[in-house]
């Protein structure tokens, strides 16, 4: 029998509570346990039999842990603790931060290079599943547009970025598409559109104690990359309406390619993702690129990969046998 890949999650929030609820699901892997930054004693992980350890703990630990899936954020965690990390283990992230990635891939690959370790970043559904439908579309329809669409849902990065402003106590951001541009890309018009006219977002904010609203909200909508190149409305609510009305945490999307074979003959690409829980799909996601990350680290293959440089067969936990016959 093949051992078991040995997990550690790294950050317990939504996304690592969802890791958490993933593994259950995927009989080749074993949970090490959670390691945090808050004191271990205040976190009630999903399952009692759960590890809670203090961040610092993982010292000493590399060859009790195959893999680290990292579930801080992308605006300031992620950038400090994935190079940090691949420098002892072989880890997984889901850096959504889509202008700045290759200068996180950069930084991971020389972490992960100097120690030996293989490092994915990137995963998730956008980037990572969306990014390989953008990926698909173009290679085998190069003659159109490509057009993608979020929401309307909840983005946890965007989300964890308003949450970071200063007077800010807690909130919530939703991104909305534009089912006028939708439907254009649909009909195979493959109009121009600007990131303004695809989307907008609207962010639910509860104000700190003595916190300056106009500046808070300043903060918001300036914020470069997150909400600047967007029409963003920031409205103030209290944590109770907010417990209340936005709980849940729905997203998805679309990427849909427009393009022709030949004068005259529209083809068309349109792959969705109707998610009931963005963190749990996302920590999904995680979870599946853990399991290739643990065989190439095993393989000698070394240093950051995105996943454009995974193979498909790798996130399965059936053989490549087994794929080619019930899957090919």
Known sequence: MTARIRIGIVGYGNLGRGVETALTLTPDMNLVGVFTRRDPA???????????????????MCDEIDVLILCGGSKSDLPEQTPALASAFTVVDSYDTHARIPQHFAAVDAA??????????????????????RLYGEAVLPQGETY???????????????????????????????DD???????????????????????????????????????????????????????????????TNHAGVPHGGFVIRSAETSAGT??????????????????????????????????GDHGAKTPFDVAPGLLSPKSPEQLRAEML
Not at 207 to 213: F, H, N, R, T, W
């Open 266 to 299: 529209t083809q068309t690409i349109d792959y969705r993702l109707a998610l009931e829980s963005n963190p749990e799909f996302t920590a999904s996601v995680l979870v599946a690129y853990a399991r290739a990350a643990a065989r190439l680290a095993a393989s």
């Open 148 to 178: 993608t669409f979020w929401g309307r849902g909840l983005s946890q990065g965007h989300s964890d970025a308003i949450r970071r402003v200063p007077g800010v106590a807690a909130g919530v951001q939703y991104t909305i598409p534009s």
């Open 42 to 60: 205040t976190i009630r992980p999903l399952a009692e039999t759960t590890a809670v350890h203090s961040l610092e703990a993982l010292d000493g």
């Open 181 to 243: 541009a939708i439907e254009r890309v649909r009909s195979g018009a493959r109009p121009e559109l600007s990131t303004r006219d695809k989307h907008t977002r609207e962010c639910f904010v509860v104000l700190a104690e003595g916190a300056d609203a106009d500046a808070v909200r300043e903060a918001i909508v300036t914020m470069p990359d997150y909400f600047e190149p967007y029409d963003t409305t920031v409205t103030f609510i209290s944590a109770e309406e907010l417990a």
């Open 112 to 133: 992960a290079r100097g120690a030996g370790t293989t490092a994915i970043i990137s995963t998730g559904w956008d980037p990572g599943l969306f990014s390989l439908q």
